[in-house]
């Protein structure tokens, strides 16, 4: 998250909309994004229900998998970042800079 918002200006000047989801309750995201001071919204998937329905709950740890989407302006997945790769945000930037 912390190197989502050291570049945020690298989403906001691709008129792209960044936010987090997590599978904390809502006031643990909500600590969490204020303690950090994100510019962007931290969303509280505490059911899995969308991390189930991307595919990356894992059900073993009761959490989502740390992926990366980049979501065109149609709908459609127009990148994927899973693992460490998903901390850094230059391809998800680069992603959205091409959309």
Do not use: W
């Not at 050291?6 to 809502?26: C, E, K, N």
Request: aromatic share 8%; proline share 2%; with cysteine.
């Amino acid at each position: 998250m912390k190197g989502y918002q050291a570049g945020i200006s690298q989403f906001t000047d691709s008129d792209s909309v960044v936010f987090g989801v997590s599978t904390d309750p809502l006031q643990r995201n909500k600590e969490f994004a204020e303690s950090l001071n994100l510019e962007f919204a931290l969303l509280s998937d505490e059911d899995g229900a969308v991390s189930k329905k991307f595919g990356i709950y894992n059900a073993e740890r009761n959490m989502s998998s740390r992926t990366t989407f980049v979501i065109d302006k149609s709908g459609k997945i127009a990148h994927v970042e899973s693992g460490g790769g998903a901390i850094d945000p230059m391809g998800a930037a680069n992603a959205c800079s091409k959309l």
